[in-house]
């Protein structure tokens, strides 16, 4: 069974630091793993997606990474702002599951102090 | 561009009352569609998909049931709610296939 986790389930950082967001799976037959913010609140917001082919993903001064081999993927924030401040879901989805299904992490709450 | 809509935005409702909440999606057609919930502190939890009109899969056993009367629309109902109903529910739709998943903005559900 694919379980996601995702360790710290909070952190802190001042304005400016790059960070890293870390999220590991149990079985490496993934589709595509993706990476989503949540506000408050809010829905998700897609930030990024990777194939399973792909190592790599960047959009703006987020970068995430994927090594399906040891099932983990890294979100990159650079130059972090107060506007990042917000909880970051990974989800997989399974090789070995019913169609469309994807798998969640519970989370890591973000908060960029100013 | 394609959006997606849930309504009721907030809920409260007391144990044992029905329950129907609506999510619509505009814009695409034939989407696979999605309901999880939400509870305090937790990851989602995947709890119907459709990948057509009438077609539901069911990925927990629980009260809740849910239909797809029309193409874009998504419904999630209960006939007598619980204590643990209470979370917040999300409505998501994709395109056909391994796709990205779109999330509407919620609906936040309390049971007392």
């Known amino acids: 069974k694919q379980e996601v986790t995702q360790i710290p389930a909070a952190l802190s950082v001042p304005e400016g630091e790059n960070l890293v967001l870390n999220c590991s799976f149990t079985d490496s037959a993934i589709y595509n793993l993706q990476w989503f913010r949540q506000d408050p609140g809010k829905g998700l917001t897609s930030l990024l997606l990777i194939q399973s082919s792909q190592r790599e993903q960047t959009s703006g001064r987020l970068n995430a990474s994927l090594d399906k081999s040891s099932g983990r993927s890294t979100l990159y924030i650079a130059a972090s702002q107060p506007g990042d401040s917000a909880t970051y879901l990974c989800a997989v989805r399974p090789v070995r599951s019913s169609a469309s299904k994807i798998i969640f992490g519970s989370g890591t709450r973000l908060s960029i102090r100013p | ?112």
């Not at chain 2, 998504?74 to 739709?93: E, N, Q, R, T, V």
Request: aromatic letters at 10%.
């Open chain 2, 1 to 112: 561009s394609q959006t997606i809509h849930q309504w009721p935005a907030t809920l409260v409702q007391p144990v044992g009352s029905p329950l129907s909440l609506e999510c619509t999606v505009e814009g695409t057609s034939n989407p696979n569609l999605y309901w999880y919930r939400q509870a305090a502190g937790r990851g989602l939890q995947l709890l119907f998909y459709s990948v057509g009109i009438g077609q539901i899969s069911s990925e927990v056993p629980q009260n809740l049931s849910a239909s797809r009367p029309q193409d874009r629309q998504f419904i999630l109902s209960s006939k007598k709610l619980l204590l643990s109903d209470s979370g917040f529910y999300l409505c998501a739709w994709s395109r056909s296939g391994i796709k990205t998943q779109y999330f509407g903005p919620g609906t936040r559900l309390l049971v007392l």
